[in-house]
Each structure stands twice: as structure tokens, then as C-alpha cells.
């Protein structure tokens, strides 16, 4: 078994320590930096929100995983140029206004990085204006919204109304979920996606970005 | 042990459907088998109606109280709904909840101080989840004291201490129990209360922790909880624990549950 495919199963494992050294055996063989984050961890954290979507997988699981992959980073971050890190997509994420909720939006964060997209974490209680202020500074491939409260969740619609009315709708994926939150309710505010679940957001926002 | 029977929540597709079509037959019948269960506050909750949950909340009440004879839990983390909700209630209703956010603590304590009711203490802090033992006992102790200088009777109050997932963090479930047992101690005469569900999250055989999580919480000393009194493994751990903390004098109704066949065999 090559390396790479050895710290692919590390990582879903949750295996930290031996993910850790296979990572420092494939970088002292000189395998390129991209190709152990693109094969042997991205790839990995892909399976994992599959698995964890699926129901195969659970929380606790999914944690271990991503640690496993975030040490691992530690030591290939270095060898790449400032930039050269390709990234699938940058993502600005938050809980929205009155809610102080972030374990959810905290996994999806977590997985989202995993996959290869950038990360920019609002934290919780994020009013529509902050969400559209940071949309056009960083200007985001994906927005999106996390409510664990029934009476938070029309800050999402006013979000979106507010990103409609900043003309930058169009320009950005918004994605939505939280227990309270459904399919009906994403479309009945369009937004452009509804991830049920962290798995389910990752497969969500390479569907609406179209990456394979 | 109060038990407040949750099923009545419109987070459930049986009963969103019931109410959106105004059920009253099928919604008394669910406030019917809790009561009979052994249920001693009925849980309503409309929270995923968004904007009409105030008025459907307020139906809730009505058809729940004209089929059982119980006092209500008003479940809603909107003041609003709540204030609304409440003069359609006969008796003392439970509020679920007030907490330390600034707009949901302002308009609900008028309303608590002045209609006679139990109110549940949500341990949220102003702008944060808590996450330690002394960050819950912290937040629990700011809203007894506020309460209680409102001239709210400390009996009525019943702290909830913010259930959160093991899943995500191992430290949670002793850090929950930790604060019901030190909230209890701290503050004599107060309840404690809290819903099981949560603590199990993101794990497999959820009713299997709920269920052990509910033995534990009762031995640091809970007095009060939120679950599914028709669920018969779950009132079996219950009677159960009861009876071994000493709580069920001659072991009375464990054994009337065991006769009228409530008791799961194993």
C-alpha cells in the first residue's frame, strides 16, 4: 500500500499519531505538498462527510478525523509558497442575529475546511448586515447560515433580502441549516442550498459551485 | 419527580400536521396518553410555525386544556408567543424559558412577575453559551437571584442547565451533572429541570443514553424533566431510580407500575 493511500485511511481512521508520521514520511520522500493534501487528506475528509452523512459515521468520529488532518497540515503548510495553496472556494459562515448557537455551524465549518475551502467564521449572532458587509470584502464563493432557533431563522431571509438589496445576490451561493431549518424553508427564502447536516454541506456546496 | 411530557411539539411531522389542520381530536388525544402516563405538566411547543406560532401556540393551549386536566409547559424562545400563549392558559402554566439574553430576560420578566406560574431558568448567558460547571452555576445563580429579588418564590423556579452534546465535547455530561448537583445545593428549594435529547446528538442508540443520562441527572439531584412520559423503558428507568434513591417510600409505585404492566421485562 503507497503512503498516501495508508494516510488516507489514518485520517478516516481518526488515527492521529500515525497519520502524523506517515505525512512526515511522505515529505521526507519528497512527495509534492499538494498531492498528500489533495489525495491523502482532502480525499479523506471527503469520505468522512460521506460516511457521516450517511449515518455510518458519527460526531465524536468526524472530530477525530479533522484533528488528524489539521495536524497533519502543520507539517506540509511550510512547504507551500504564500498562495499556492489551492483552495475550493472561500466560505464566510456564521450563527445569525439572536442566536447563540455554534456547534453546528462549528462542524460544518470544520468540514468545509476539510474538503479545501477557505474559511471565514462570523462566529454566532451575526446580523444581516455584518453577513452582507463581510460578503462584499471577501467576497465569498458561499455564504452561509446556521439557526438552532425557530425565532432566529427569519434572520436568514432578512440576509438574503439585505444581500438582494446590496445587489449581490447573484454573486454569491447561500447555504442554510440548522435543526429548525428544511428544504421548504431554503427555497421559500432563496437560498440556494439546504444542508441538513456538516456532511450533507460539503456535498451541498461542491453541487452549487460545481466541483467534482 | 415532575415530568413534563414533550410530545406536543411541532418539530414532530404528526403534530405540525395536526395543527395546521387544527386537529383538536388528534392533539387531545396526545395530551390524553401523556397525562395518563404520569405526565404532570404538558408540554406545547409551535416554535417551527415561525410567524404564526404565537396563534397556534395559543390553540394549543386551549384544545390542550379543554382535554386533560393539567397545567401546561408554554415552550417558545420568543417572549412574544409566550406573552400571548399565557392568557389563554387556566391555572399556573410553566414558562419555558426566560435566560440572560438581554431582549428574551426584559420582556418576560414583567409578565412572570405578575401572572402567578413556575418559570424555567434557561442557563444562557447574556451573549454566550456556557461551557464549564462554574460557567452554568454562574449564569444559574444570576437568574435565581433576579428572579427571586422580583419576589418570585425560589420553588417555582426551575433551572435548566443547557444540555449540550458528549459528542462534541466528552466534558459535557459530567459538566451538566456537575451543575444540577451544585445549583441544588447552593440554592435550597430551588428545581432543576432539562430535556434529555440533546445530550446524545450526533451519537447511535440515542434513547439508550437519553434513558442512562436521565439516571444519572436524577442522582446529582434533578427534580424535574422534559422527555416522553409514553416511552416505557424510559418511565421504567425512572420509577427505578426513584425507588433507589430512596424517593418512593415502600417502593409503592414501582410496584403499582409493575401490576398495571407500565415496568418493561428486562
Redesign the interface.
Known amino acids: 500500500m503507497s503512503d498516501i493511500k495508508a494516510l488516507n485511511e489514518a485520517v478516516i481512521k481518526g488515527d492521529i499519531q500515525t497519520a502524523v508520521s506517515l505525512t512526515q514520511n511522505a515529505v521526507d520522500a519528497g512527495k509534492k505538498a499538494q498531492e498528500i493534501l489533495d489525495q491523502g487528506l482532502i480525499a479523506a475528509m471527503d469520505k468522512v462527510g460521506e460516511k457521516f452523512a450517511s449515518g455510518e459515521m458519527f460526531v465524536p468520529q468526524m472530530l477525530r478525523s479533522a484533528k488528524a488532518m489539521q495536524e497533519c497540515m502543520k507539517l506540509i503548510k511550510p512547504q507551500f509558497q504564500e498562495g499556492d495553496l489551492t483552495s475550493k472556494g472561500k466560505v464566510v459562515i456564521g450563527t445569525v442575529k439572536g442566536d447563540l448557537h455554534d456547534i453546528g455551524k462549528n462542524l460544518v465549518a470544520m468540514m468545509m475546511e476539510g474538503a479545501g475551502f477557505t474559511i471565514t467564521d462570523l462566529g454566532v449572532d451575526v446580523s444581516a448586515d455584518t453577513f452582507v458587509q463581510k460578503a462584499q470584502e471577501i467576497e465569498p464563493d458561499i455564504l452561509a447560515m446556521s439557526a438552532l432557533l425557530s425565532t432566529t431563522m427569519p434572520g436568514m431571509r432578512e440576509t438574503i433580502e439585505t444581500l438582494q438589496k446590496a445587489g449581490i445576490k447573484d454573486k454569491v451561493m447561500v447555504m442554510i441549516g440548522g435543526a429548525p431549518v428544511t428544504a421548504n424553508f431554503a427555497s421559500e427564502i432563496k437560498a440556494d442550498a439546504y444542508a441538513p447536516d456538516a456532511g450533507s454541506a460539503v456535498i451541498e456546496a461542491k453541487k452549487v459551485l460545481g466541483i467534482t | 419527580m415532575l415530568i413534563v411530557g414533550e410530545k406536543i411539539n411541532t ?1 414532530r411531522k404528526r403534530i405540525a400536521d395536526a395543527v395546521e389542520k387544527r386537529d383538536a381530536s388528534f392533539i387531545g388525544k396526545v395530551a390524553q396518553s401523556q397525562a395518563r402516563a404520569g405526565a404532570h405538566y404538558i408540554d406545547v411547543n409551535a ?5 404564526k ?1 404565537a396563534d397556534c401556540l395559543c390553540w394549543l393551549v386551549e384544545t390542550v386544556q379543554s382535554a386533560v386536566d393539567l397545567p401546561l409547559c408554554l415552550d ?3 417572549p412574544d408567543a409566550l406573552i400571548a400563549a399565557i392568557k389563554h392558559h387556566n391555572g399556573e402554566p410553566m414558562i419555558n424559558s426566560i435566560s440572560l ?1 438581554k ?1 428574551r430576560f426584559s420582556s418576560l420578566l414583567p409578565v412572570v412577575t405578575r401572572h402567578p406560574c413556575c418559570v424555567v431558568a434557561l442557563c ?2 447574556e ?3 456556557p461551557a464549564t460547571v462554574e460557567e452554568r452555576v454562574q449564569v444559574g445563580s444570576d437568574l435565581i437571584q433576579k428572579l427571586t429579588g422580583q419576589g418570585i418564590p425560589i420553588e417555582k423556579i426551575y433551572v435548566d442547565p443547557l444540555v ?2 458528549v ?2 465535547d ?1 466534558r459535557m455530561g459530567n459538566a451538566i451533572l456537575e451543575a444540577i448537583r451544585n445549583i441544588m445545593n447552593d440554592f435550597p428549594g430551588v428545581n432543576t429541570i432539562c430535556g434529555l435529547s440533546n445530550v446524545s ?4 442508540s440515542r434513547r439508550l443514553i437519553n434513558r442512562n443520562f436521565l439516571a444519572l441527572c436524577m442522582a446529582y439531584g434533578l427534580s424535574a424533566a422534559i422527555l416522553d412520559p409514553c416511552d416505557a423503558e424510559l418511565m421504567s428507568t425512572l420509577l427505578s431510580v426513584e425507588m433507589l434513591l430512596g424517593r418512593d417510600e415502600y417502593c409503592e409505585n414501582f410496584i403499582e407500575a409493575y401490576q398495571n404492566g407500565r415496568l418493561t421485562k428486562a
Do not use: D, K, N, R
Open positions: 418539530s416554535g417551527t410555525f415561525l410567524e406560532e417558545s424562545p420568543s439574553e431582549y444562557m448567558a451573549t454566550s453559551m449540550q452534546p459528542s462534541v466528552i446528538f450526533g451519537l447511535p
